[in-house]
C-alpha cells in the first residue's frame, strides 16, 4: 500500500482537473515500476495505491520484487519531490508499507467487475502503511524475514497497529553492499538479478 501523507491539505490548494492530473501521472508512474517487476495493480482508493505481487500466480521471491518496486517508487518520489521544491508546487509526501501472508483473490458482484484480494495479511499491509512514516519503506517482520539476506532494514521495535496490537516493523534503507550496483543501494547487481529472478534495471527518464 501507499498513500500521500497530507493529501487532503495539498488538495485544497489545487483545482479538480490539476488534482487528477498530478495524481495520474504520479500512478501512471507507479503502474510502470510494478509491472516491471511483475506485480498486479488491484487498485487505487483516492489517493491509495494498492498492489500484489505473487497473485494470481505464486512468485517466491514475491517479498523481494515487492520490496524492490517500493523503493523504486519511494525514489521516484524523491525525485518529484526536489522538482516540486524548484517550482515552488507544495509536494506530496508518500508512505509504503508492505506485508506477506495468504490471501484470497477474486472477482465478487454483479456489475464494473473488479479484480481483488482479501484476507487478513491485506489488512495487515494497510497498517504497515499507516503507520510508517513519510519517505520510508515500512515492512512488517513477516517481510522482514522474507527479505533480510538482500536488504539493509532497521528495526524499529514493535510498533503498536489499528486493531493488529504491536507488530514488529522495519524501514528498508538499502540493497546490501554485495547485491548493489551502485553506492546509493538502489540498483540490483547481476548476481542480485540472477538469484531473485529481478529484470534489468529500466532507464530513466530524462
Known sequence: FTDMKGFTR?????????????????FVRFDDIIG?????????????????CGVPSADPMHAVKAVMAALEVRED????HKESQVTGVEPWILRIGLH???????VVGKRKFAYDIWGDAVNTASRMESSGEPGEVN????????????FVCEHRGQIAA???GAIDMYFVRRIKPEFSADPQGLVPNERFRRAAGLPEP???SA
Open 162 to 164: 489499528k486493531n493488529k
Open 100 to 106: 506477506s501472508g495468504p490471501v484470497v483473490a477474486g
Open 36 to 52: 516491471h517487476y511483475g506485480i498486479e495493480k488491484i487498485k487505487t482508493i483516492g489517493d491509495s495505491y494498492m498492489s500484489a
Open 202 to 204: 529500466m532507464e530513466q
Open 77 to 80: 518520489m524523491h525525485r518529484t
Open 10 to 26: 495539498v488538495a485544497e490548494k489545487m483545482s479538480p482537473e490539476m488534482l487528477v492530473n498530478e495524481l495520474d501521472a504520479c
Open 139 to 150: 515492512i512488517s517482520g513477516a517481510t522482514y524475514e522474507l527479505v533480510k539476506n538482500w
